[in-house]
């Protein structure tokens, strides 16, 4: 707890907080700890990062993500394809690699992390598109850069390239069908089935997710891909206590996040690593100066992206614990200069985390990307009433919300939802039609199954539009 609130106060990435815990412990550090069990690692890494795929998916706005998935999918698969060739090449003529382990660290580097681009780019105030197509490629390129790694790890560069396009292929519409198969078949559950108490809905969230890519590796499908879809479908389904629900897989990622860096850190051994960090630094020159920005440019060419959100996502392409997570898969294929792959992406990943995250702000005032603070979205959390057939809807209204100086009877509920209590300043009171609601009060809204989702989709627009809403052309989401 207090490594977050240092790197929140400093700047510094959490990730180099965890890391550097990590080589505290460990036997270069105070702590003497001795631990090179890269398989253990590996195996930890990867529940790890379901979490933060999961938590990722939970929060990411289908409205939001819709319009970039076809860009977001580009990224992820051709801008892959051309990062790994583009590294690969300078790992083997700049650093002297042999072509097995200049492919590897050139698919290793070549994801960026989803928990560095969740965590970064939701505290930047970014245009939408760019945000959502980040986080969208980060939560989708996982997969096929796990693909490539264990068969480059497995048998090197592949002589017939069009086998592993088919194979990668296969996996992702596998990983896919099932994770949009166990969301939508989860939250239609969750929807329909009230819960005995409050706290497992949080419990049966994730629980859900976790199958998803449990199915999805079981059917020889990508896993990752399954599970970020999955929660993605659960997180746009208005599901019951959402909001206790988003707090608990927050709670879990950071967790996750902080076992996993640390965990990573303990792997290392610093004093291995100093004629590794030279070649490191100068394949990370190549990935983030010639690779990114060139699969970023190739890949968004067919949707008239403007040249500063290119620039910007070039720039943002984050690497965290994913590529270091993926390093420990030679290890444990005992690839031949396997420990000095290790070593160098993780130099690389320190290096350019550094450069990269801190610099993000700057860069995005610099192309003129920034925009004004917006109003905060409704706080509503939903609760079932089994039995009298309705919904109980509690209604935060936050700073700036458009809801401030509305009547109640102006919000123009659906028939079937009504406003029966308001809580302020610590004072219950059940409001008449005239009674104008203010920021910071607390809403209770007793809506039937039918009207349910009209009168949340109502309540929200008059939160973004105000008491006209509708009517002046801002339409009810």
Do not use: C
């Amino acid at each position: 707890m207090a490594a977050v609130r240092i790197s929140s106060r400093s700047g510094l990435p959490s990730l180099l907080v965890y890391l550097g815990i990590g080589v505290l412990m460990g036997q270069d550090g105070i702590g003497d700890i001795h631990f090179s069990d890269a398989e253990m690692t590996q195996v930890i890494g990867y529940a790890a990062l379901v979490v933060i795929l999961a938590e990722g998916g939970l929060g990411t706005k289908w409205k939001e993500i819709k319009p970039v998935l076809p860009a977001a999918s580009a990224m992820a698969l051709a801008g892959v394809a051309i990062s790994v060739g583009v590294t690969a090449a300078g790992a083997h003529y700049l650093v002297g690699l042999e072509w097995r382990q200049a492919f590897i660290i050139g698919a290793v580097v070549s994801s960026t992390d989803a928990a560095a681009v969740f965590s970064v780019l939701r505290k930047i105030p970014l245009p939408a598109r760019v945000t959502a197509t980040l986080e969208a490629e980060s939560g989708f390129n996982d997969a096929p850069v796990v693909i490539l790694v264990v068969a480059f790890s497995t048998q090197g560069p592949v002589e017939h390239w069009y086998h592993l396009l088919f194979e990668i292929a296969l996996e992702l519409a596998i990983g896919a069908a099932i994770g949009i198969a166990v969301g939508w078949l989860g939250s239609w559950g969750m929807r329909h089935v009230a819960l005995p108490a409050s706290g497992l809905y949080p419990i049966a969230v994730m629980a859900i997710s976790l199958t998803a890519y449990a199915a999805g590796a079981l059917a020889h499908g990508s896993g990752f891909l399954a599970v970020y879809l999955a929660s993605m479908v659960l997180g746009n389904a208005k599901l019951p206590h959402w909001p206790a629900t988003r707090g608990f897989a927050d709670g879990l990622g950071w967790i996750a996040q902080i076992g996993m860096f640390v965990l990573l850190g303990l792997l290392v051994t610093p004093h291995e690593m100093g004629d590794d960090i030279l070649p490191a630094i100068l394949i990370g020159l190549v990935l983030t100066a010639v690779a990114r920005p060139l699969s970023v440019v190739i890949s968004l060419l067919p949707f008239r992206v403007p040249w500063q959100e290119q620039a910007l996502m070039s720039w943002a392409g984050l690497r965290g614990a994913v590529p270091i997570i993926l390093a420990t898969i030679p290890m444990v294929n005992g690839v031949e200069e396997s420990r000095r792959i290790f070593n160098i992406v993780f130099v690389l990943v320190v290096v350019y985390t550094l450069v990269q995250g801190p610099t993000l702000p700057w860069l995005a005032r610099t192309l003129h990307l920034g925009k004004g603070p917006e109003a905060d979205d409704l706080g509503i959390e939903s609760a079932p009433l089994e039995r009298l057939r309705g919904h109980l809807l509690s209604v935060a209204i936050p700073e700036g919300s458009k809801m401030h100086g509305v009547e109640v009877n102006e919000l123009r509920l659906p028939p079937g939802a009504a406003v029966t209590l308001v809580v302020r300043d610590g004072k219950s009171f059940v409001p008449l039609p005239t009674t104008v609601l203010r920021r910071g009060d607390e809403l209770l809204v007793v809506a039937t199954n039918p009207v349910r989702d009209a009168a949340e989709q109502r309540l929200r627009a008059v939160g973004q539009g105000g008491k006209l809403a509708g009517w002046l052309g801002t339409a009810d989401p």
